[in-house]
Structure formats: C-alpha cells, structure tokens
C-alpha cells in the first residue's frame, strides 16, 4: 500500500532536509496517524506520497506505483488511487453539494449512470443526505469537511490521505470528523491522518507515526504523548 525505504528530500532552492533517511510502511486497511509539530516534515511527506515533490533519495511505493521513477503521464492514474482531504476544504464555491462531488468523477471520465448511483451513497455516508442542493457558504464548517471527504471518497480510492483535516473545526466537531474516518476505515479504506493535535489523536487506540526534524522518532501503538517530540 505505502513503502518509504530511507527516504530523504532536500530542498534545492534552501538546502532544507525535510526528510531524512525514512522508513515506514501501511498496509491494506490500516488507520495511521502521522504527527510532528510544525516543520517537522509531514507536509513534504504528502507532497511526496501524492507525486508533487520526488525524494532526493531512497524509493517510495504507493498502491504499487514506484513515486521516484514515475513518469508524468502517470501521476494522474496514481491520483486516481487516492483520496486527499485537505484543511481549507477546496470546495468549489459556486457548485452545490452534489455538484462538488460529482465533479471529481467527471474528471475521471465516469458516466452519468455511475455519477448517479454513487453520490447520493457518499453523501448518505458522510451524513449530508438532504444537503445535495446546499451551496459551500450555506454549509457549517463541519458540514464542509464532511462534503470534502465524499469528494475525496466518491471514487473509492485505495487510500485516503487527511492533511490537518480538523484544523478549522472545533474539537466536538474534529471528533466527530475522526469518527467517520473511523467509520470509513471500517469500510476498507486505509487511512493516513496528518495531524499535531494531541487531544485528538490520544483520543483513538491507533497506530502513530512521530515525526520530527525530518526524522521518524517512533512508531507504534499509542498516543502522540508517548513520543518525546520538541515543540
């Protein structure tokens, strides 16, 4: 599903390491946490996982496509295999619930027939039934994330990556949004939440993956104050 083998990035333009010699793996159907504070190298991490940067060195595997020999024309089927949900939701603000959703079929070429029979199923999922003809500024904050999350669902990619998905919401909401991540990882979908919020993650029995200068510092069940992370 997703290998790092000793992987390091450094930026040509700064000379900044924001990854040094990391290794990890999730597999099929995990739910991870990845935590660090700010500058600690998550955003690159994404930025590698999804094909926008190539690590300096080392290899990284994701749903069987190798990310340092990947040729252009072939990011867009890795994108097809992933889910992103990102904090300031992207949403398109003069499309409905519905149409948001429905537009990240299109792009990949899906019928009308199966545009039809999935969405209203995501959005039943996410708990926004009811909410199709809602544009994005009629929504909550939290009913925005979870419109997000269908988006980045309705294709049913292999993995789903969240990149501070709960930063604008408050905390009865954010455990509402890990909730149906939770939920949706019950489901068979495996999960990467990127994240520094403490509370949250020590509020799940989850994998936990602790990165900071760059550097995994540990990895295993439990919650993100385990780890001797500086802030």
């Known amino acids: 599903m997703v290998l790092l083998n000793n992987v390091s990035m450094v930026y040509e333009n700064s000379g900044t390491v924001a990854a040094n010699c990391i290794d990890f793996e999730i597999g099929e159907g995990e ?10 190298g998550k955003t690159t991490i ?10 300096t060195d080392g290899d990284i595997f994701v749903n069987e496509f190798n ?10 089927m890795l994108r097809r295999t992933l889910g992103v949900i990102f904090q300031d939701f992207r949403l398109i603000d003069d499309k409905t619930v519905y149409e948001n959703v429905a537009f990240a079929m299109r792009v990949v070429g899906a019928s009308k027939k199966e545009i039809d029979k999935r ?3 995501v959005l039943e999922l996410v708990g926004l039934e009811g909410r199709e003809g809602r544009l994005p500024q009629e929504l909550s904050g939290g009913e925005q994330q979870r419109v997000a999350i269908a988006r980045a669902l309705v294709n049913s990619p292999n993995l789903i990556i969240a990149d ?8 009865v909401k954010s455990l ?21 919020e403490k509370e949250l993650v020590n509020s799940f029995s989850k994998r ?15 919650g993100y104050y385990c780890y001797e992370i500086n802030e």
Request: hydrophobic share 40%.
């Open 208 to 222: 936990v993956i602790a990165i900071d200068g760059g550097c995994v510092v540990n990895d295993g069940m439990g």
């Open 46 to 55: 994404i930025k590698m996982l999804t094909g926008e940067v190539r690590p």
């Open 164 to 171: 501070e998905p709960t930063g604008n919401l408050d905390p």
């Open 119 to 121: 969405v209203p199923y």
């Open 176 to 196: 509402e949004l890990m909730l149906l991540l939770e939920k949706i990882n019950e489901l068979g979908t495996t999960v990467l939440v990127v994240t520094h």
């Open 67 to 76: 990310l340092r020999t990947i040729k252009p024309r072939k990011l867009p």
């Open 31 to 40: 739910f991870v946490f990845l935590v660090g504070p700010s500058g600690s």
